[in-house]
């Protein structure tokens, strides 16, 4: 079925993502398509026609994201269980997540306008954060949740179970749990593995353990993760959901994670793979 409600979102303090905004616009009414702009970045662009983020959410059948990865994950957790492909457009260097380039933009809309896109379903995490025995957040993410200590507090003590059973105390500045997809991210960055976003599975990745045996792991996509604050000294630790949301922890609070019934489905480029984009990323075979 055509594609006739297509949304926008772009880096709003990009002037290049800016002037592909507009540029979109008058293609897609070209098309014969109606534009769903953001209201804030309608106003940068001078659209008359801005539309709430609520309104977007409940009318688009099609995403488009101008900018990097932090865009698109933004986008992405306002678009949480809706099922609507999402097409990341990266102006800058290469992203993960944002594999389309400009060159690339208009024919891949083609396809999606058709109905006919190349779409990854990326599974996302439930994440629910219980205080004294009762829930006091509940949210989902793409990347990965991060638990870390303050500037200048000391390392913390994060009791950590999987199904119930006891995996370890970790002793280090911080714990993050990411998806195949988040496993690019702070991950990796901190010594975890790649993982092909297609698979089904959670990584658990300590942040500077104080026991240098504690070495990341991978869990199955049923596991159900859950971390207790088990001592903070002065409770300066921090929850922080897709690099984007966050709020402090309290000793004693614990935070359940486990796979998420909903997912998040992105438009892949059609003239590379994701092992083209991880050599570029990376850099790998470079001299």
Excluded at 20 to 32: M, Q, T, Y
Excluded at 91 to 117: I, Q, W
């Amino acid at each position: 079925m055509p594609v006739q409600n297509v949304a926008i979102f772009a880096k709003k303090h990009d002037p290049r993502c800016l002037g592909v905004a507009n540029d979109l616009i008058n293609w897609l009414e070209e098309k014969g398509c109606r534009p769903l702009v953001e209201v804030y970045l309608a106003s940068h662009i001078g659209y008359p026609r801005g539309t709430t983020a609520e309104d977007i959410r409940e009318q688009a059948e099609l995403v488009v994201v101008l900018g990097g990865d932090g865009t698109l994950i933004s986008v992405a957790r306002l678009f949480s269980g809706k099922g609507v492909p999402i097409v990341g457009i990266n102006l800058g260097s290469l992203g993960f997540l944002t594999e389309v380039t400009v060159e690339e933009l208009y024919p891949v809309l083609e396809l999606c306008l058709k109905g006919a896109p190349c779409v990854s379903e990326r599974m996302m995490l439930e994440v629910r954060v219980c205080r004294e025995g009762r829930e006091i957040d509940k949210q989902s993410v793409l990347n990965d949740i991060v638990i870390n200590k303050g500037a200048l507090a000391r390392i913390i003590d994060l009791e950590t179970k999987v199904n119930g059973q006891f995996l370890t105390t970790y002793r280090a500045d911080g714990l993050i749990i990411s998806t195949p997809t988040g496993s690019t991210g702070y991950s990796m960055s901190a010594g975890g593995p790649i993982i092909h976003p297609r698979m089904s599975c959670i990584v658990i990745t300590p942040i500077c353990p104080h026991t240098l045996t504690n070495r990341p792991i991978v869990v199955s996509d049923e596991s159900n993760i859950t971390i207790t604050v088990a001592s903070s000294f002065d409770e300066k630790v921090y929850l922080t959901l897709d690099g984007q949301v966050g709020f402090k922890l309290m000793e004693g609070d614990s935070v359940d994670v486990r796979s998420s019934l909903e997912t998040t489905a992105l438009v892949m480029s059609q003239s590379r793979d994701y092992f083209e984009v991880l050599r570029t990323k990376l850099k790998w075979g470079g001299r």
